[in-house]
T-cell receptor, first 113, second 111 residues
Framework: QQQVKQSPQSLIVQKGGISIINCAYENTAFDYFPWYQQFPGKGPALLIAIRPDVSEKKEGRFTISFNKSAKQFSLHIMDSQPGDSATYFCAASIIGTASKLTFGTGTRLQVTL | NAGVMQNPRHLVRRRGQEARLRCSPMKGHSHVYWYRQLPEEGLKFMVYLQKENIIDESGMPKERFSAEFPKEGPSILRIQQVVRGDSAAYFC?????????FGQGTRLTVV
């Protein structure tokens, strides 16, 4: 199975709150897990990525948590801001073909004032 | 260093016409990937090319779709005899090795 399942489909968070998006995968050969941010009319932009040899990676307000045994990973956006309002996609691939990505279905995040 | 350049940004075609989408990768990148995004869905891998070679076309529909990345010039995704179901955003990504850099996409509308 090549699917990556993403939830929730949409999310509304107040400014300053924590946004949490979850993904689950089935293919145990996946070993590269990036998150992309997409604004309307734009292409996806890499936000942060993790390899399965670590359980957490933090870059600024963005953190990926990775649970290899559960085959799950999540994106946490701390102190969410209105400018974070966008669609977020998790993805997975196999190192060596790292840009052949299997994407989740996306989460539309809205950060309200 | 310019990003991945795609053109046109918007393309309208009547059913049965041909659509040609172009992608110029970032300077120094020799790997090009094409993805399709249907409304309210994630991106789906279509094809992976290196200069003059198709490496993986496992996501390409068997008919009407073709892709090339010639020695000189941009990569081309060609859709022959378009149908309404081909309406989507088509994204190109280039990569030096691991990280994929996406263009802004071509939004194809078939009327």
């Amino acid at each position: 199975q090549q699917q990556v399942k993403q939830s929730p489909q949409s999310l509304i968070v107040q400014k300053g709150g924590i946004s949490i998006i979850n993904c689950a995968y089935e293919n145990t050969a996946f070993d590269y897990f990036p998150w992309y941010q997409q604004f309307p009319g734009k292409g996806p932009a890499l936000l942060i990525a993790i390899r399965p040899d670590v359980s957490e990676k933090k870059e600024g307000r963005f953190t990926i948590s990775f649970n290899k045994s559960a085959k799950q990973f999540s994106l946490h956006i701390m102190d969410s801001q209105p400018g974070d309002s966008a669609t977020y996609f998790c993805a997975a691939s196999i190192i060596g073909t790292a840009s052949k990505l299997t994407f989740g279905t996306g989460t539309r995040l809205q950060v309200t004032l | 260093n310019a990003g991945v350049m795609q053109n046109p940004r918007h393309l309208v075609r009547r059913r049965g016409q041909e659509a040609r989408l172009r992608c110029s990768p970032m300077k120094g990148h020799s790997h090009v990937y094409w993805y399709r995004q249907l409304p309210e869905e994630g991106l789906k891998f279509m094809v992976y090319l290196q200069k003059e070679n198709i490496i993986d076309e496992s996501g390409m529909p068997k008919e009407r779709f073709s892709a090339e990345f010639p020695k000189e010039g941009p990569s081309i995704l060609r859709i022959q005899q378009v149908v309404r179901g081909d309406s989507a955003a088509y994204f190109c990504a280039s990569s030096p090795d691991t990280e994929a850099f996406f263009g802004q996409g071509t939004r194809l509308t078939v009327v």
